[in-house]
């Protein structure tokens, strides 16, 4: 208090605008809403492993950040320079400087046993794991099933509590897939397969996103895990493996019509003459709950935005605008909602 009364009125409101700063920093840490990217909320057991790892690590930060700042703060109270008697000085004191090297040192060696021991276990394939090919492409993903010879985009479907092994491809740049709730993050690289597994406990979805900048629509890479009861999921598969039934009447027939003409360089639809491998397949777009690196849920009004000028609403997308027009572009949304 005596500090305080001892400062001028502009010192004194610039400690209290330090001060409320502070608080309002502090306040914000009880933030119980998080968000559905949260790494600190692990949803499987991989997830949780590497969690645990990050508990201890903050842990010892802290001791470290008290102590330091403890002995900081006394250093300078202590040895500071008062009438008649200089600052102390420690440069050169080669017993304290050793021992500053040693304990880091030591820290740090410590918490490199359990991360590579770690990093080891989770790389190992499970057994009765289910094997999922990530192929990376500005600015989607493609999944493979390749045991059931099933193709989809962005959406994820697994079984719960089933190890999923991934082995993630990329034909362009390279990206790096993340769930922040189910595991770490991997780099996608062109040439090479690199491989994660994940394990979800519960069903339900869990968002990602691509983790490195790999152009123009890097933010709008984004993707869902959604993990089914292992029953469900089967039932899911199943209806996957199917090919699209061709339609008949209406537009979706005329839309058929105009996809078949202007669409099938880049997109398959299995059963049809579309085999283009370029896009997403589309064979069961209508099943999807969002659409062009899940950035947008699947909805008539995005979808005629996106068939319209597909770069308007997602920058950098390679998708060509066919200048169809609006009746065009009706007739084809139609034909994509018959994609169940
Ligand atoms: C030159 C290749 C090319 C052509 C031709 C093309 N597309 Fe695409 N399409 C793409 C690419 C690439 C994407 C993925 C873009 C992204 O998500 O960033 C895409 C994405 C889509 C998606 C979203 C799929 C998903 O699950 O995310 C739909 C729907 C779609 N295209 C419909 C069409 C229609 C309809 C036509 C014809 C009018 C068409 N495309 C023509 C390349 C093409
Ligand atoms: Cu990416």
């Excluded at 009438?83 to 820290?107: D, S, W």
């Excluded at 996809?259 to 085999?275: D, I, P, R, S, Y």
Aim: net charge negative; glycine share 8%; with cysteine.
């Amino acid at each position: 208090m005596e500090l305080f009364r001892g400062l001028k009125a502009r010192g004194r409101r610039f400690l209290l605008g330090v001060l409320a700063a502070s608080f309002a920093l502090f306040g914000s840490a009880c933030e119980t809403n998080v968000g559905p990217q949260d790494f600190l909320t692990p949803e499987g057991p991989v997830a949780r492993r590497a969690d645990g790892l990050w508990d201890v690590t903050f842990a010892i930060a802290v001791v470290i950040f008290v102590v330091v700042e403890a002995v900081l703060v006394f250093t300078l109270v202590k040895f500071r320079r008062r009438p008649g008697r200089e600052a102390a000085q420690f440069h050169g004191n080669t017993k304290l400087e050793v021992i500053l090297t040693l304990i880091p040192t030591l820290i740090l060696a410590g918490l490199a046993v359990p991360t590579v021991k770690a990093i080891a276990d989770l790389s190992k394939k499970s057994e009765g794991a289910l094997d999922v090919t990530v192929t990376a492409k500005q600015f989607w993903w493609e999944y493979k099933y390749p045991d059931a010879g099933v193709v989809t985009a962005n959406e994820m479907h697994v079984p719960t509590r089933t190890p999923i092994f991934l082995s993630l491809e990329s034909t362009d740049v390279i990206h790096s897939f993340w769930i922040p709730d189910l595991t770490g993050t991997q780099d996608v690289i062109p040439g090479r397969t690199n491989n994660m597994q994940f394990i979800a406990d519960e069903p339900g979805t869990y968002w990602g996103q691509c983790k490195e900048y790999c152009g123009l629509s890097h933010a709008n890479m984004r993707l869902r895990v959604i993990a089914h009861e292992p029953a469900e999921f089967e039932r899911w598969l199943q209806d996957q493996s199917q090919p699209a039934a061709n339609a008949t009447s209406g537009a979706a027939a005329e839309g058929q019509q105009i996809f078949l003409q202007t669409c099938v360089n880049c997109h398959a639809v299995q059963g049809t003459e579309a085999k283009g491998t370029i896009g997403p397949d589309l064979t069961h777009f209508a099943s999807r709950e969002t659409f062009a690196g899940a950035t947008f849920a699947n909805t008539t009004e995005n979808l005629r935005k996106w068939v319209d000028h597909p770069a308007a609403i997602k920058p950098g997308a390679p998708m060509p605008d066919y200048g169809l027009s609006a009746q065009e572009i009706d007739a084809v949304v139609a034909y994509l909602q018959t994609l169940e």
